[in-house]
């Protein structure tokens, strides 16, 4: 089967790889009719998540029909339309059981090379590298699912793929990010990144009932998205963040505040800049929290932070005593994905909100490459692309 592949930093390409077949009475497997390129992905493809190896096969956002089914298989059948979870989670162990299924006990082979870094393993997930289960990704024509009774959502023949897919990983990242600091009606949001994660958050931050967003982003071409969306922008190549937030909330200053970035964040401030990015050249520190700073120390006193963006090590200048003199909450972690799917697949068929606005380009397998190098550099006008074997 043709599928995108790892070749090394800053480089994939589209091989023939060996066809998936059923290893495990759970599996089935899926013939992909839609996937995507996470930002996350970038980190791989940047050369920032460790045990990455040449020829995996990349991917955790697809979706598509059931082509094969293993014995132990009882809720799917071949020919059914499903929706895969970025997440690999067993389904019985005591994180699955409280849907803390990024947190799964069983799905992570390789659960020795992550402890050392976190003390505990996460789950495995689909095509992120060996600390995480060397899971083959869904940028290929057909994926292999582990335990599919748990993982997969049925999904109507009514709703075309570019609806639907995006509840594989970012709506619900957007989603978890505002509900797990508790937004509600009243709160005022704001959120640093206007990708694709920060798009969902925003929009799931009005969902939820907050009386203002605020959007912080670079790109002039995000942050018209977010307006779309409803959020009142602040462009960070030409604004300070905190003096305009403090402007626009009348002094209060936002009370949840979501950092929609991660590890590969860059911020206005040139000697920021350049001493995080020296400091991972270096290998001194393993992740630049440019956002994450700014998120904590434009936070309300009382109020808390939401980390969805992907952090893998180690940060600088962490303003730890900004956090705990204003008493802030803080929460972060891969998403739940299992968790938000079905109740956001409501919200799509009750035309409540529309995921597919946030896509900038549509193409195939072919075009994975060029995908990527655009959505690393042309992120202005490079939001979210779709790709169809």
């Known amino acids: 089967m043709r599928a995108i592949t790892f070749q090394g930093t800053g480089k994939v390409q589209v091989d023939n790889v060996d066809d998936p077949t059923i290893e495990e009475p759970g599996d089935i497997v899926l013939k992909v009719t839609s996937t995507a390129?996470?930002?996350?992905?970038?980190?791989?493809?940047?050369?920032?998540?460790?045990?990455?190896?040449?020829?995996?096969?990349?991917?955790?956002?697809?979706?598509?029909?059931?082509?094969a089914v293993g014995s132990g298989v009882t809720k799917f059948k071949t020919g059914d339309r499903v929706l895969v979870p970025f997440n690999i989670a067993c389904g019985h162990c005591a994180y699955c059981r409280m849907d803390a299924f990024s947190l799964?006990?069983?799905?992570?082979?390789?659960?020795?090379?992550?402890?050392?870094?976190?003390?505990?393993?996460?789950?495995?997930?689909?095509?992120?590298?060996?600390?995480?289960?060397?899971?083959?990704?869904?940028?290929?024509?057909?994926?292999?699912?582990?335990?599919?009774?748990?993982?997969?959502?049925?999904?109507?023949?009514?709703?075309?793929?570019e609806k639907v897919l995006f509840l594989t990983d970012i709506f619900p990242t957007g989603y978890q990010a505002v509900e797990q600091v508790g937004t509600g009606p009243g709160d005022m949001v704001a959120v640093w990144g206007?990708?694709?994660?920060?798009?969902?958050?925003?929009?799931?931050?009005?969902?939820?009932?907050?009386?203002?967003?605020?959007?912080?982003?670079?790109?002039?071409g995000r942050l018209e998205l977010a307006r779309q969306a409803g959020?009142?922008?602040?462009?960070?190549?030409?604004?300070?963040?905190?003096?305009?937030?403090?402007?626009?909330?009348?002094?209060k200053l936002p009370n949840r505040c979501i950092d929609a970035v991660g590890l590969e964040a860059h911020g206005a401030s040139v000697i920021g800049n350049i001493y995080d990015k020296a400091k991972t050249a270096m290998m001194l520190?393993?992740?630049?929290?440019?956002?994450l700073r700014d998120?904590?120390?434009?936070?309300?006193?009382?109020?808390?932070?939401?980390?969805?963006?992907?952090?893998?090590?180690?940060?600088?200048?962490?303003?730890?005593?900004?956090?705990?003199?204003?008493g802030l909450m803080m929460r972060g972690g891969q998403t739940n994905t299992r968790a938000y799917m079905e109740r956001l697949l409501k919200r799509i068929e009750a035309g409540e909100i529309d995921p597919s606005t946030i896509i900038s380009h549509r193409g195939t397998l072919e075009d994975g490459p060029e995908f990527y190098r655009n959505f690393r550099d042309n992120r202005s006008e490079f939001t979210k692309c779709v790709m169809t074997p």
């Open 37 to 67: 390129i996470c930002g996350s992905d970038l980190h791989l493809y940047d050369g920032f998540i460790p045990e990455m190896r040449k020829g995996d096969v990349l991917g955790h956002e697809f979706m598509g029909e059931i082509v």
């Open 104 to 161: 799964c006990d069983n799905t992570n082979p390789d659960h020795e090379k992550v402890e050392p870094l976190y003390g505990q393993s996460p789950g495995g997930m689909f095509g992120y590298s060996h600390l995480f289960g060397g899971y083959a990704g869904g940028q290929a024509e057909y994926v292999r699912v582990p335990h599919a009774d748990v993982g997969l959502v049925a999904v109507s023949e009514s709703l075309p793929d």
């Open 194 to 220: 206007a990708g694709p994660v920060g798009q969902f958050a925003i929009r799931s931050a009005f969902l939820l009932g907050a009386e203002r967003v605020f959007s912080l982003d670079f790109e002039e």
């Open 231 to 251: 959020a009142e922008t602040i462009n960070l190549s030409k604004e300070d963040s905190y003096e305009r937030l403090l402007d626009l909330t009348g002094g």
């Open 285 to 291: 520190e393993s992740d630049r929290p440019n956002a």
């Open 295 to 326: 998120a904590i120390m434009c936070c309300r006193k009382g109020g808390a932070v939401s980390i969805p963006g992907v952090y893998a090590g180690f940060v600088d200048k962490f303003p730890i005593g900004a956090a705990f003199g204003k």
